[in-house]
């Protein structure tokens, strides 16, 4: 099992930067892929980054790809995502995911444990 905290969001403005941390708990960190999703106001809650249990592989959603990167420290059990170029759309919370299990990274219930979410807002 593994606990999820986010940390590093706040307010910015368009055109700014963010990055965001992800610490996680337990000796088995390393076992897990792991996924940045984002939630905005009475939207569904969709995917952004993923990065592979030795970052061998990352994906990104075609809304984030070229200005947000994702990256993982396996000896401090933290997974981050640096956030280029925002913009008002990117206004959301965000949350980072733990999954042992495969399939398409962007499914939401492919994913087991879930932190709490960090508020990101851009301002125009």
């Known amino acids: 099992q593994v606990q999820l905290v986010e940390s590093g969001g706040g307010l910015v403005q368009a055109g700014g930067s963010l990055r965001l941390s992800c610490a996680a708990s337990?000796?088995?960190?390393?076992?897990?892929?792991m996924g940045w999703f984002r939630q905005a106001p009475g939207k569904e809650r969709e995917f952004a980054a993923f990065i592979s249990r030795d970052a061998g592989s990352t994906s990104y959603a075609g809304s984030v790809k070229g200005r947000f990167t994702v990256s993982r420290d396996n000896a401090k059990n933290a997974v981050y995502l640096q956030m280029n170029n925002l913009r008002p759309e990117d206004t959301a919370v965000y949350y980072c995911?733990?999954?042992?299990?495969?399939?398409?990274?962007?499914?939401?219930?492919?994913?087991?444990?879930w932190g709490q979410g960090t508020q990101v807002t851009v301002s125009s």
């Open positions: 337990g000796r088995t960190f390393s076992s897990y892929a």
């Open positions: 995911a733990a999954r042992t299990a495969a399939g398409r990274v962007s499914e939401r219930n492919t994913y087991n444990y």
